[in-house]
Every structure is written in C-alpha cells, then in structure tokens.
DNA sequence: TACATTTGACCGAT
DNA sequence: ATCGGTCAAATGTA
C-alpha cells in the first residue's frame, strides 16, 4: 500500500529502495511465523481474528514490496506492475500458469468480424492512477464491464472496465481490476485509464441521489449498488449476502491529490491503523530510523 | 423486456 | 505463435 506519497520525500537511491525492501520481505516472513504461533491459541475467535490481522499484514507488506518494485517505472502503477505484482502474489500462492487468454472452444458459433477500429486506442494510453484497494468498485462512478481475461504469470484474471457513460458521452475512462491475493479480504489493483469527461456532466454528489445530502463537497459516496458491483469473488459475495446496497461515505481525493498532501492516507480507516502498527513494529524492530 | 455480465472470438503488437 | 485488450452474441437478472 502506499506508505509514503511520492511528493513526500525525493526518490530513493535504488539500493536504499532495495534495501527497504528487503526489509519489508522479512516482516512478511515475521508475519508467517507470527501467524504459524497464532494458530495454537486454542480459542476461536481470538484465534481468527488475530490470523485476519496477520493475513493483513502480510498482504500489505507484500503490495509495499510489489509498490517499491514498480515505482522503479515511470508511473506509479502499470498494467505491466499489476502483472508482476500479481505474479508475485501467484508465486506466493504456489499459483498456476494461465495458459493466455480464455480457452477456445471450436466454432459452436462462426463469427465473421471486418476489422474495425478499436475504441480509445487511437494513441498511447497511459494509466493514469494505480490503486491497491479491497473495495475495486468505489470510486463514485458508474463502470460497465466488457471483458475479463487471464493474464501470464498471474492467479486471478484482469477485468476490463469502461465508464458506464462511454457511449452516451463519450467519456474515454477505462478501468483494469486485477485481484492481488486470496485475503480476507481480497486486494485488488485498480488501474486508471483517461480522465472522465462525464464527471463535469454528473459530480459525485450527483450520481447517488439517495446519499447526496449527507455527503459533503469534500466526499463522495461509495456505490455498492448492483450498478457497480462486478463479478469479483469478494464483490459477489457482498452481493449474494448482503442483498440490498450499503453506502459507505469516505474522502473523495485522488491518489494523485493525495499525493501533494502528504500525510493524507491512501487507506481506509482501518487500513491506515493496520498501516501505523506496521510502522511501529518496524519503528521496535529497526531501532526507529526516520 | 431492458440492461448488465459472461465468455469465446478477434485484433494488433511483439 | 503468443499475449493483452476489445468486441459482441449469449446468457443472466431484476
């Protein structure tokens, strides 16, 4: 996760970078001992509950290696750090080898298609905000899947999102959801394609009519509804369960916003407490180096 | 019935 | 030939 923003402190020397890696790789393997001795407490809830935060942890520490290891590109994030980020999640997982794109089955139906053009392609297109979230969906804009697809050396299948509004107005952004990990509950790395040009015809506080009072310029509302509910395992299971939407209210600012305040977290609440007590555990164990 | 999702086929790049 | 990205018919859902 994104420990420290980028416009916090100059980038690192590339030993130094490795170095705090290395120093991440060993909390996550303090964190496989930690949860090996949380499997003996004997009660049950404890006992869940603690594997949970440690599950956290480990994921966390994993996405910070996966981070620092992508940061040597030119943008925070890119479909190809999704795709060795997942591969490090796949390696950890023991994971498998997609054989590359979805299986072909023998013509049942032919389908003729003429080449034609391919939307948002015309030129380069560069992502424009990388995420690692457990919540995929909610950023406050209505997103139409149109393609899921097995990627090399990667666990989980990517799913191809555009802007719910690319058709009527045109808006160009897109959106890849790559499933990290099999925590509970899952991360997701969210890849920002074009900025939205329907945001100017309909802002956050718009969109969800039923939650536009409480939320406040600084806020949007979180959109569980079925409109933004993919098909990604966590997200189905919220859905099958829980039935009815849930809003969630939470700051509205942009990784890149986030970024030029710099100790604005990129987290949830409750991330960012995880967050603070890895700090401190590495603040005991590093004898508190700034 | 309308709309969203799924999924095999297709395309361009490498 | 392989891969990632997209299309669009088929299917699912409310």
Known sequence: MAMRTKSEMSPPPSDQRDA????????????????????LIPELGRRNAALANVSNIS??????VSMLQSDREQYSYS?????????AAG????????GGGVGAQNGAIARTRKARHRRGIHGEELPIKG?????PENDGFHWRKYGEKKILNAVFPRSYYRCGYSDEHECPAKKHVQQQNNSDPPM????????????????A???LPSTSNSATANSQVLDFTKASLSSAPGISRLKKEDGAGL?????????????????LPLLSPTEWKMEMEIKSFFHHHTGGGS
């Open 20 to 39: 705090v890696i290395e120093e991440l790789r060993k909390g996550a393997q303090l964190a496989e001992c930690l949860r090996q001795q949380l499997e």
């Open 205 to 207: 506080n718009e969109q």
């Open 91 to 98: 390696a950890a997982c023991g994971g498998r080898r997609s």
């Open 188 to 203: 997701f790395i969210v890849t920002l394609f074009n900025d939205h040009t329907c945001s100017a015809l309909f802002p």
């Open 247 to 263: 809003s969630v209210t939470v700051p509205s600012y942009t990784y890149d916003e986030l970024s030029s305040y710099s100790s």
């Open 59 to 64: 994921t966390t520490l994993s996405s910070s």
């Open 79 to 87: 479909s190809s750090d999704a795709r060795a980020a997942s591969y």
């Open 131 to 135: 995420i690692l979230t457990e919540t």
